[in-house]
């Protein structure tokens, strides 16, 4: 009798699990489905440099609003799906996705300030987060090949001891 009762809640908590990878599975799908309606929404923005309404009058550095909403979506569009993507990957290397992030979050801090001198000064904000990411990422990678061939640490760190020419680095990073 107890085989049976584990049975049927093996298989309930299984139908749940597999309900709720369904939904969420169902709603990454649909925010990345809805991309093309969120990129193209700045076609709606007027083509002047100031948007009256009876609610509320705005300026814009820009050369008109459909300008600004244009650099907006172009900007907020790679970031929302490259947070998608980073938020629903599974893989070790998925932290690396935090460079373009970065880029693209300064990118749209700039276009939201309506600065002048859009993507060129991102490079020196995201280069410490760089600094810090790329060879954490690439300590996981080394980490997890050395457990994969059954190297210990001993050997990894006389390897890196070792003295070798440019090439020989370069053929050691792709083998």
Not at 2 to 8: C, E, G, P, R, W
Not at 29 to 57: G, M
Not at 88 to 105: E, F, G, R, S
Request: charged share 20%; aromatic share 20%; with cysteine.
């Amino acid at each position: 009798m107890t085989k049976q009762n584990n049975k049927s809640t093996e298989t309930f908590h299984r139908f749940k699990t597999d309900r709720k990878s369904l939904i969420v599975g169902s709603v990454v799908v649909l925010l990345i489905a809805i991309t093309p309606f969120l990129f193209y929404f700045y076609e709606n923005f007027p083509t002047t440099k100031t948007w009256k309404t009876s609610y509320f009058t705005i300026d814009t550095a820009f050369p008109s609003f459909y300008a600004f909403a244009w650099y907006f979506t172009g900007k907020f569009i790679p970031l929302y799906l490259l947070l998608l993507w980073f938020f629903t990957c599974k893989h070790w290397w998925h932290w690396i996705i935090l460079v373009p992030i970065a880029m693209y979050a300064f990118q749209l801090w700039g276009v939201i300030n309506q600065n002048n001198d859009l993507d060129e000064l991102e490079i020196y904000y995201v280069l410490p987060l760089m600094m810090v990411i790329i060879p954490a990422v690439y300590l996981i990678r080394a980490k997890l090949f050395a457990k994969m061939r059954q190297d210990d640490l001993q050997a990894f760190e006389e390897d890196l001891a070792k003295e070798k020419t440019m090439l020989q680095q370069l053929r050691d990073l792709f083998r």
